[in-house]
């Protein structure tokens, strides 16, 4: 899967999450810019597990802070 | 999720400071100001009671007051049994009152041993190993079995004590959603083959005394080829026919791997355990750092802990009354109007939700007055943001105390406004 398909899938997911309506960019950081929450990480991170038959564990998430992060992530872990 | 301090099981990362000038304490700026906002509404501060006299494992003098003691896991009573007493007089006058040492060096003494023994014949397990506390044992456990390139899948809302395991091992961390076998299930199927796996779940949890589908989970995880873990903290010697917990009373505990306990609650004292059947089991004594590098417990606490392990083999009687303890507070306080954890009583804690924290901490406060101790639990510590007035009840709780009790939350919630 290329990173722009990665990257349209994901923004269908994050939309019922970005309840701001945050403009999304590669730079848009989770806990500052979105406001999530642990508990909306927990729902957004197991929205994209279930869409792409991935694990994204918790020590992977530690290192992901920024929406590009994450896509980078997905589709690595895709390929995997 | 574990006795609700002000900070959530699950380790969250670093708040931002909000005072200059920075230093290694500006970290907690947030905890100290929601504190003080708290304690400015003229709160006693739930978190720092004091019980300058305890009476019974039902009544203690807290903050100058007689005081029904309604959160204290003190589930079975057993802290004031005069066979457990004299089991630890005993052993203060023949042992001493430490062992100065780790139970691999010169800290495992007569009374350790009898200690494991009682666990092993408890559980009917092979193998029991004593820690110094509940958390050392999942921390210890958790973290030693499940290494570099193992998985543990594990439920999102576990006691602290399960997520330090798992923060200080090396295992992939895989969450799944509070008792959803579905989801336990597919993050199972997803692990890669060959990889080791470990299932940690609980038997009660404690945030909402509610029971997990072990049942179930128990076995999924057996068709994944993973083993379990299963904490029974609020169940023992309370769930179960023989007391051995929810696994027992679901008739999956042969399917277990390791069973972590406490004997901080329905024992009555302080110290941890796991038992197992595993064949090499035993090895874990060398191997596991929190074990190893800790002095062992007193010899008066674990006579007092294998004393009250053999009585809670025959307590049956207590076990019905604080059953019918449980069902009349939940009952009881269904019919008040207050909104409680679960709809029907599943364990010996009763949850009731508060609809604010503000109004949680003022009940909290209206209770104490009253004459009554429960847990308020906040958030983060709670799970989907609540406040909670935890009640654990006690099988030395009169039927005439749970009435009073009652009549006290019956005055407290109108006085609040909540009922």
Request: net charge negative.
């Amino acid at each position: 899967m290329d990173r722009a398909e990665v990257d349209s899938r994901i923004r269908v997911l994050i939309e019922p999450f970005n309840k701001k309506g945050v403009e999304v960019g590669s730079d848009t950081t989770f806990a500052g810019d979105l406001e999530f929450d642990s508990l909306t990480v927990m729902d957004f991170v197991a929205a994209i597990e279930d869409d792409f038959d991935i694990i994204i564990s918790m020590n992977q998430q530690a290192e992901i802070e920024n929406y590009g992060q994450l896509v980078d992530a997905v589709q690595q872990l895709t390929q995997g | 999720m574990s006795e609700g301090i002000s900070q959530a099981d699950r380790p969250q990362p670093p708040a931002e400071a909000v005072a200059e000038p920075r230093d290694l304490f500006s970290k907690f700026d947030p905890v100290i100001q929601t504190r003080e906002t708290l304690l400015a509404g003229g709160v006693e501060d739930p978190f720092n009671l004091v019980m300058e006299k305890v009476l019974s494992p039902t009544r203690a003098i807290c903050n100058g007051r007689d005081t029904i003691l309604l959160g204290t896991y003190n589930y079975m009573g057993m802290t004031f049994d005069p066979d457990v007493i004299q089991a630890g007089k005993d052993a203060l006058d023949n042992f001493g009152s430490g062992t100065t040492g780790s139970r691999v060096l010169n800290g495992t003494y007569q009374g350790h041993k009898e200690c494991e023994a009682a666990l092993r014949e408890f559980y009917a397990m092979d193998h029991a190993m004593v820690f110094s506390t509940g958390y050392q044992a999942n921390l210890g456990i958790i973290s030693t079995i499940a290494g570099k390139g193992d998985y543990i899948v594990l439920d999102i809302d576990s006691h602290a004590s399960i997520w330090d395991g798992c923060a200080l091992g090396n295992a992939e961390v895989v969450p799944f959603k509070h008792n959803d076998i579905e989801a336990m299930d597919k993050r199972l199927g997803r692990i890669p083959e060959g990889a080791g796996k470990l299932v940690v779940l609980e038997g009660v949890y404690s945030m909402l005394g509610d029971v997990a589908p072990l049942k179930e989970m128990v076995a999924v995880a057996k068709k994944h080829g993973a083993m379990v873990l299963v904490d029974e903290a609020h169940s023992m010697g309370f769930i179960g026919e023989h007391g051995r917990g929810v696994a027992e009373e679901q008739g999956v505990i042969d399917d277990v791997d390791f069973i972590i306990g406490t004997f901080s609650k329905s024992v009555g004292t302080v110290g941890g355990f796991c038992v197992s059947n595993h064949p090499k089991f035993e090895i874990m004594r060398l191997v596991c750092r929190p074990y190893v590098f800790t002095a062992s417990l007193p010899p008066s606490v674990v006579a007092t802990a294998a004393t009250s392990i053999r009585k809670l083999m025959h307590g049956g009687e207590k076990r019905a009354h604080l059953w019918e303890n449980s069902q009349r507070l939940h009952g009881g306080l269904r019919e008040l109007g207050f909104t409680l954890g679960t709809e029907e009583p599943q364990s010996a804690i009763v949850a009731v939700i508060m609809p604010d924290l503000e109004r949680g901490a003022a009940m909290w406060e209206a209770l104490l007055k009253e004459g009554l101790y429960v847990n308020l639990a906040r958030p983060p510590a709670t799970p989907a943001g609540m406040t909670l007035l935890r009640c654990s009840l006690c099988a030395e709780h009169s039927a005439a105390e749970v009435e009073t009790i009652l009549g006290m939350f019956e005055r407290a919630g109108k006085a609040v406004g909540i009922v």
